[in-house]
């Protein structure tokens, strides 16, 4: 069955299934290193109080989350000017998961993506680009999702510098995301990619989960931000909805 969700300004979205791409919050998710953990404390009780309410902490880059240009521009945007229309987006899909499983450093490729094309379609302008490598499935042992060496480097795959570059100047896509902790691979810590493609206030998402449901095409997403004012990122709840 397909449903149609019409937004106010008359576009409509096709559907025959929603996915949550969202990891529930809970103070053992996997924290990158340095980033303050996430707490939870309880402030009244139904006994004593008539309710229950807690208070919480974490950082604005951990779980499920989206980049600002902020992070790493001084003058970038923050995560309170995304306009609501930047945050509902066509996707697609690509499945690199068999590629990372033999190499934990892998990264994407103008290759890869140009294979993806012939089995599909041209990505089209606008398009969010997901990278399901895989790492989703280690989210609940850290030790294994971060996959630290004894030099303390990350070793997960993510977006090759080239590939991204091929994305945003011959695709014009609207941005990336991925089910590691990062769109750049664990090994870079120069952050190239996120640089690259936050060079204007386009779309990063982090630590997504379920990509394994998505189809490779006709997927639409919606972002629910956290509107902090002069933020450099936000948790965030994503919906895919997949025709």
């Not at 899909?93 to 103008?110: F, G, K, V």
């Amino acid at each position: 069955m397909t449903n149609n969700f019409k937004s106010n300004n008359l576009k409509t979205i096709a559907y025959s299934q929603i996915v949550d791409l969202t990891h529930s919050i809970h103070p053992n998710i996997p924290i990158w290193p340095g980033d303050p953990a996430t707490e939870f404390e309880t402030v009244s009780q139904i006994e004593q109080h008539g309710y229950f309410l807690r208070k919480f902490s974490m950082g604005e880059h951990s779980g499920t989350h989206i980049n600002a240009p902020n992070s790493f521009y001084a003058a970038g945007a923050s995560i309170d000017s995304y306009g609501p229309q930047s945050l509902v987006s066509p996707a697609i899909a690509l499945d690199i998961r068999e590629q990372s499983l033999a190499n934990p450093d892998y990264t994407l490729t103008i290759d890869d993506i140009l294979t993806w094309e012939r089995q599909h379609k041209l990505i089209e302008p606008g398009n969010l680009v997901l990278l399901y490598t895989g790492w989703q499935e280690k989210w609940d042992d850290e030790r294994s999702f971060f996959n630290r060496d004894e030099h303390g480097i990350c070793h997960f795959p993510g977006f090759g510098k080239a590939a991204t570059q091929f994305l945003l100047e011959e695709r014009s896509i609207a941005g990336i995301g991925t089910d590691t902790h990062g769109v750049d691979t664990g090994r870079d810590e120069s952050f190239a990619v996120n640089k690259l493609v936050l060079e204007k206030q386009r779309i990063v998402l982090e630590n997504l989960a379920n990509l394994d449901l998505l189809s490779a095409i006709n997927i639409t997403l919606v972002i629910g931000i956290l509107r902090f004012v002069g933020g450099s990122g936000s948790p965030v709840s994503v919906l895919a909805f997949v025709a």
